[in-house]
């Protein structure tokens, strides 16, 4: 189950690095980003359910030892957050650029400049 | 976790969430693309579910398939009459050889490295963890990562203030 839910997410991973690497439209590269996002989501996920923790496996107790299992799962709370704020900068900038260029392919804006 | 429901269902929701991801960065309509990548979110967040994480399975619906779509397909609604529909860029061979190589390096490196798993029946503690997860998740983003949990706070702040002066209309300089 945990190398299979592995390969899921190296998946997910790889489309996204392929979407990228391959689309022209700037919201296909953000939307691909998103798709990336989410492949390491499911192995952070993956790893906090099926790894056992150092402190756990140096046979330490008490609550704060136990809950080292959920570690896995608050990095992947933190990354959600910085997605969501990765994408309403991303798209602000898709409007700003879509306003000053009339354009979205990310081929033909390689200048930064006005 | 081994039992056959549970392992249809994992695979039904791979499925879901590969073949629409898939779909999303082959699809020619943008807002097809839109579309299915909320499918995709939900897969996620069924695979989520699967694995003891319930509140995260919560939050990616809510965020993802609730706030980060609606972002998206107002984006590619506000876009739409510009550009040549989905088209790839002339390094498409280079990306599909690129992901695919990947690909396979990482299937090779998790199916080859040694891991320090649980035990298939979790010890009475962890267990316990596992099936009051909110709880223990608030009580460790408010006391291990006490200081990520308030810089994520400033980059929110940061973030909104940085959209606004983005898309602003410049009336005077």
Redesign the interface.
């Known amino acids: 189950m945990f190398e299979r839910l592995l390969i899921v997410s190296a998946v997910l991973f790889c489309i996204g690095l392929y979407g990228v690497l391959s689309r022209r439209h700037i919201i296909a590269v953000l939307i691909s980003v998103e798709i990336m996002f989410n492949g390491v989501n499911v192995a952070l996920v993956a790893f906090s359910r099926f790894v056992e923790p150092a402190v756990v496996r140096l046979g330490q107790t008490g609550s704060v030892a136990e809950r080292a299992v959920l570690t896995g799962q608050s990095l992947a709370l933190f990354a959600i957050v910085v997605a969501a704020a990765e994408v309403a900068l991303g798209l602000a900038l898709v409007i700003a650029m879509v306003r000053r260029r009339d354009n979205v392919d990310v081929t033909e804006v390689s200048v930064m400049r006005q | 976790?081994?039992s056959g429901i549970e392992q249809a269902a994992?695979w039904l929701l791979?499925a879901l969430?590969?073949g629409a991801?898939?779909l999303?960065?082959h699809a020619t309509s943008?807002f097809r693309?839109?579309l299915l990548?909320v499918v995709?979110?939900l897969g996620?967040a069924g695979?989520?579910a699967l694995?003891?994480?319930e509140?995260?399975a919560v939050?990616?619906v809510l965020?993802?398939g609730g706030?980060?779509s609606v972002?998206?397909i107002?984006?590619?609604m506000?876009?739409r009459d510009?550009?040549h529909?989905?088209?790839?860029?002339q390094?498409?061979p280079?990306?599909?050889f690129?992901?695919?190589s990947?690909?396979g390096l990482?299937?090779y490196a998790?199916?080859q490295a040694e891991?320090?798993?649980?035990p298939e029946t979790l010890p009475s503690?962890?267990a316990?963890?596992?099936v009051d997860?909110p709880a223990?998740?608030g009580?460790?983003?408010l006391?291990?990562?006490v200081l990520?949990f308030e810089i994520?706070g400033v980059?929110?702040l940061a973030?909104?203030v940085?959209?606004?002066s983005?898309?602003r209309e410049r009336t005077d300089v």
């Open positions: 976790m081994t994992f791979a969430t590969i991801a898939l999303v960065v943008m693309a839109a990548l995709s979110f996620v695979i989520f694995v003891n994480a509140f995260l939050v990616q965020i993802y706030g980060i972002l998206v107002f984006a590619v506000a876009t510009l550009g529909g989905n088209m790839h860029t390094y498409q280079v990306a599909l690129a992901g695919s990947l690909l990482l299937i998790i199916v891991w320090t798993l649980l503690p962890l316990d963890v596992f997860t223990h998740l009580q460790m983003l006391s291990e990562f990520a994520a980059l929110l973030v909104v940085g959209a606004l983005l898309v």
